[in-house]
């Protein structure tokens, strides 16, 4: 099968080398994302609900450059650095996901990325 890139300036870039997502077949693998602003190309400000908010969108905007929405997604993962941030992340992330939501794992990690407090990774099925 053919591995397409999926790229959507309407999230922020990778900022190393891998891509925003791939598609192989009817797959789309999100890498993960975190609440960066695409325009500032920084993590927003304004605790956990806005960031788990920003790094949704910017799911739901490489999901759409592939012809995808929110409900295409089967498969998610959550990282947090603070797992006391669940309840409050789980709030936002339940905003997206309100009829069928995807299986999902969570887990509370040391660190991450640009000093994010949470990411996600997500998988699509069209």
Known sequence: MKKEVITSNKAALPVGPYSQAIRVGDLIFVAGEKGIDPVSNRIVEGG???????????????LGAAGATMENVVRTVV???????????????????????????????????????????ATAAL
């Open 48 to 62: 956990i609900a806005v960031e788990t908010r920003q790094t949704l969108e910017n799911i739901k905007a490489i």
């Open 79 to 121: 990282y947090l650095t603070d797992i006391g941030d669940f309840a409050e992340m789980n709030a936002v992330y339940a905003e997206y996901f309100t009829t069928d939501p995807p299986g999902r794992s969570c887990v509370q990690v040391v660190a991450l990325p640009a000093g994010a407090h949470v990411e996600i990774e």
